[in-house]
T-cell receptor
Framework: GQQLNQSPQSMFIQEGEDVSMNCTSS?????WLWYKQEPGEGPVLLIA?????ELTSNGRLTAQFGITRKDSFLNISASIPSDVGIYFC??????????FGQGTRLTINP | DTAVSQTPKYLVTQMGNDKSIKCEQN?????MYWYKQDSKKFLKIMFS???????INETVPNRFSPKSPDKAHLNLHINSLELGDSAVYFC?????????????FGPGTRLLVL
């Protein structure tokens, strides 16, 4: 079935560093969402993108909806220990069907 | 004030048993979903219901039967559980007609089939 290619699969960084991850697809999506999942919890919505080219920030997080509507990136600036988790991109196609990327596991060394 | 809640959080059972997972949302949303997250953390949609009607049914074995008694509840019943059913099951909900679709997830039900 349809999948989003998310990269990198994992990141090991030092506290204070900036983080960048992205998702690409061979199909067009109308909406891109970025979620964070912590151990034992469900995915929590971070940022939602609805228009091609849209750039949206949420605190230290910034995400963009690619012009081609086939990609999106998420940046985290000045990482802190509580940023640890798995970050998922997700795209919405018709009938509210959410398709997820494979996730980026973020580990931060203090 | 929980938005999307699921019960139970953990479920350990024997192969061949029948079990149910319950989901409730108090967000007033029209659409609810079930997702399965495997051991590699990959999330895949199973079902979606809009106002108690089945909208999406991804190639899920018919041992899995969703039931929506009202638009705030979507339960998942699983018959004849198999080892491969072990996973985390997430319920989600979303509003419709806002032009800004998004989905909110519950805390998950961790199912272990022995």
């Amino acid at each position: 079935g349809q999948q989003l290619n998310q990269s990198p699969q994992s990141m090991f960084i030092q506290e204070g560093e900036d983080v960048s991850m992205n998702c690409t697809s061979s199909s067009i999506f109308n909406t891109w969402l970025w979620y964070k999942q912590e151990p034992g919890e469900g995915p929590v919505l971070l940022i939602a993108l609805y228009k091609a080219g849209e750039l949206t920030s949420n605190g230290r997080l910034t995400a963009q909806f690619g012009i081609t509507r086939k990609d999106s990136f998420l940046n985290i600036s000045a990482s802190i220990p509580s940023d640890v988790g798995i970050y998922f991109c997700a795209g919405i196609q018709g009938a509210q069907k959410l398709v997820f990327g494979q996730g980026t596991r973020l580990t931060i060394n203090p | 004030d929980t938005a999307v809640s699921q019960t139970p959080k953990y479920l350990v059972t024997q192969m061949g048993n029948d079990k149910s997972i319950k989901c409730e949302q108090n967000l007033g949303h029209d659409t609810m979903y079930w997702y399965k997250q495997d051991s590699k953390k990959f999330l895949k949609i199973m079902f979606s219901y809009n106002n108690k009607e089945l909208i999406i049914n991804e190639t899920v074995p018919n041992r899995f039967s969703p039931k929506s008694p009202d638009k705030a509840h979507l339960n998942l019943h699983i018959n004849s559980l198999e080892l491969g059913d072990s996973a985390v099951y997430f319920c989600a909900s979303s509003p419709l007609g806002t032009g800004k679709e998004t989905q909110y997830f519950g805390p998950g039900t961790r199912l272990l089939v022995l």
